[in-house]
């Protein structure tokens, strides 16, 4: 069974940066592609980027065009999100997902447990 475990959270001030890693173990990954959400409450899993799992090609949210970058270390599977400029509406919970790549969290079937990031003003 695959399991997806993020790290790299934290609390950072505006204009800072994080990089959240995802480990996936157990079974090699044998999905499509990957990806990161972010949620706040009171709203739903919002898109922030995905990256095909063998093809390497990304996509992005508007909102973190030119900020944010996916990647992949296939050998180690592992997922990154290198995030810089953060904005205090950068907070949230991120999570992996393991999925069709699209926009819609409906489209992923495996999920991690999140990993909080606090952006100060």
């Known amino acids: 069974q695959v399991q997806l475990v993020e790290s790299g959270g934290g609390l950072v001030q505006a204009g800072g940066s994080l990089t959240l890693s995802c480990v996936i173990s157990?079974?090699?990954?044998?999905?499509?592609?990957m990806a990161w959400f972010r949620q706040v409450p009171g709203i739903e899993r919002q898109f922030v980027a995905s990256i095909s799992w063998i093809g390497g090609a990304g996509m992005y949210a508007e909102f973190v065009k030119n900020r944010f970058i996916i990647s992949k270390d296939n050998a180690k599977n592992t997922l990154y999100l290198q995030m810089s400029d953060l904005r205090p509406e950068d907070t949230g919970v991120y999570y992996c997902?393991?999925?069709?790549?699209?926009?819609?969290?409906?489209?992923?079937?495996?999920w991690g447990q999140g990993t909080q990031v606090t952006v100060s003003s």
């Open positions: 997902a393991g999925g069709s790549g699209s926009f819609y969290a409906y489209e992923y079937k495996l």
């Open positions: 157990g079974n090699s990954y044998s999905g499509y592609a």
